[in-house]
């Protein structure tokens, strides 16, 4: 988006007519000072919806159906139960949003066809581009002592969350602060996405990962980005292309990221045999996320000062520091023994699963997301991401012998309960839709299977046939290269699509004129990110409650397409040989 266009969007959100009450006329005479009940929902109005930028930008963003006293009065007294009941019905509470957010219509990117006729990339062009991501990281970690990611709010929501997945969100969730700022931000997208200001907020993008252009963007750390980051140098490494120095670096910098993820961010949890485990948390405790004291205190307002382990980055961050050659003895920690606790069985979706907003799909055999701190604290309640529990068999598959998965009846039948997951996934063609993913997109599914894969691929023969007597891994390893060439690179790509493209072509082990498509997007657009890096940021994860929160960065982008170029590289300097 142009400088000209956002003014221009921005003059045309200052000046649109008013069609009925705005936000502000229906919020203000109830939360915009405190009164009594619940003192967090209007501290959190006044701090992210009724600020000095949005409000200009809101005031004339007017519902013409809230002429109508009856609805507007229903929207009013939701509010009003929402902050001063002491067990308020969420479900109730929610039901006049969730019309209103029904009214309104998002869709996931549909990115043209792209020209089939793709001019080869140079083995130079390449080595180039691999050579820039991989300083660029270098060069991060010596300037902030970590390598950053970034987190930025986009308000007009993700197109998955309608008026159901909004109600589900909303029961389900646990702490009332995460409630709270579900149900005004869940409000709020119906005045920005029914109003001019939608094309300030949410301006048309090219690719399917979404460029990360908010003004707002919170700087932190995460043992789940150092665990990627640390497979990223770790391929920059193996391509043979960093110099002598930059390979003492990358090892320095490598080493100190894995004893980041099972130190600072190390947290002991209790299984569901009550035995203790050592996991890794999402955010470790202060100072070591790294958030600004401004961010910091901003967070704490919102009510996201809670956070909890989860399965996710612990999988991840095992695996990392295993590649890393790290002897903690934390590694040899069973993982499936504790995973077990968290494996969603047949017909027991409900106990384990509050946040269904996927339950499109059949959870039979995979593990949710969230794990209980030693409080008992789930702050987020707990829903289902597929390409989580491709990282559970990943690290699994790293450390078969060492947690003697095959030896043991209990630990394979969780490995292959979810191998059978996968594959019912993949059979019914949801691996490909949004809306079957929790914190990812379909693309990035694709490359973390990728990388499964290759985990998978590593084992003997005997272990694969034991893991995975049916062939569960080709059969999807069919439909997901069908996926990457038929839908994502035939169609227009950003920097970010065709690196996790190529990741999972690497893994997957496609004919190399394959990459094409990839390789010239990136190449094509090394540069963009100015002084910040080679690339721009892009979405990588993202949460979809409370609002649609997109964490990625320049490094991000360098890391995966650092990833993605060194299996391209390997492939063709192999295919020349």
């Not at 409080?375 to 707990?382: E, I, T």
């Not at 991401?385 to 043991?408: C, G, H, M, Y």
């Not at 594959?423 to 990388?451: Q, T």
């Not at 894969?453 to 272990?463: E, H, P, Q, R, S």
Request: charged share 20%; aromatic share 10%.
């Amino acid at each position: 988006m142009t400088f000209h266009d956002m003014a221009g969007a921005a003059c045309r959100a200052l000046t649109a007519p008013k069609y009925g009450p705005s936000l502000y006329d229906v919020c203000d005479p109830i939360l915009l000072k405190e009164g009594g009940g619940d003192a967090h929902l209007a501290r959190f109005y006044r701090t992210a919806l009724a600020n000095p930028a949005l409000r200009p930008l809101l005031r004339r963003s007017g519902l013409a159906e809230l002429k109508d006293n009856s609805n507007l009065e229903a929207l009013r007294q939701a509010l009003v139960r929402a902050r001063d009941d002491e067990t308020p019905d969420w479900a109730a509470i929610g039901q006049p949003v969730a019309r209103l957010l029904d009214t309104i219509k998002l869709h996931h990117p549909r990115p043209p066809s792209a020209p089939s006729d793709v001019a080869p990339t140079k083995i130079s062009e390449i080595e180039h581009a691999i050579r820039a991501c991989g300083a660029h990281l270098l060069r991060s970690y010596r300037k902030n002592a970590f390598i950053p990611a970034y987190a930025a709010f986009n308000l007009i929501g993700d197109p998955d969350m309608r008026g159901r997945d909004f109600l589900m969100a909303l029961t389900g969730l646990d702490a009332r602060g995460y409630k709270n700022s579900t149900l005004l931000f869940n409000l709020a997208r119906v005045f920005i996405a029914r109003s001019p200001v939608r094309e300030l907020i949410n301006p048309p993008w090219k690719g399917i990962a979404e460029p990360m252009w908010q003004p707002m963007q919170i700087r932190h750390r995460s043992a789940y980005y150092d665990a990627f980051y640390i497979e990223a140098l770790l391929s920059f490494l193996e391509s043979g292309l960093a110099s002598r120095e930059e390979n003492a670096a990358a090892r320095r910098t490598i080493s100190a990221m894995a004893e980041f993820c099972l130190g600072p961010s190390r947290e002991q949890v209790r299984g569901a045999d009550g035995r203790s485990f050592d996991v890794v948390t999402a955010i470790a405790p202060a100072p070591h996320p790294r958030f600004s004291r401004f961010f910091a205190q901003i967070k704490q307002t919102l009510g996201f000062g809670l956070y909890v382990p989860d399965c996710d980055t612990t999988a991840c961050s095992f695996s990392a520091a295993l590649q890393a050659g790290s002897h903690d003895p934390m590694l040899d920690q069973p993982l499936p023994d504790f995973y077990a606790g968290y494996q969603v069985k047949a017909g027991s979706n409900a106990p384990k699963v509050t946040v269904a907003i996927n339950d499109h799909i059949d959870y039979d055999g995979a593990i949710v997301t969230w794990i209980d701190n030693i409080n008992g604290d789930r702050p987020y309640g707990n829903d289902l991401d597929p390409t989580l529990n491709l990282d559970v068999l990943e690290v699994s598959f790293r450390n078969l012998a060492r947690w003697k998965i095959l030896e043991t009846p209990q630990r394979l039948d969780l490995v292959r309960g979810i191998v059978k997951f996968q594959r019912n996934l993949a059979a019914s063609g949801a691996f490909a839709e949004p809306r079957s993913h929790i914190y990812y997109l379909p693309e990035l599914y694709a490359a973390y299977f990728g990388r499964c894969y290759a985990a998978f691929m590593a084992l003997t023969g005997d272990a694969r046939r034991t893991i995975d007597p049916d062939g569960a891994f080709d059969f999807i390893r069919e439909r997901v290269l069908a996926y990457v060439q038929d839908e994502l690179i035939a169609h227009e790509m950003n920097p970010f699509d065709a690196a996790l493209a190529l990741i999972a072509l690497g893994h997957l082990k496609a004919e190399t004129a394959a990459f094409a498509p990839a390789l010239q997007c990136i190449v094509r657009r090394l540069g963009e990110g100015g002084r910040h890096g080679p690339f721009k940021a892009y979405e990588w994860n993202k949460m979809k409650t409370p609002t649609r929160i997109l964490v990625g960065g320049p490094e991000v982008t360098s890391a995966f397409v650092l990833m993605g170029l060194s299996l391209a590289h390997k492939a063709l300097t192999q295919a020349k040989a």
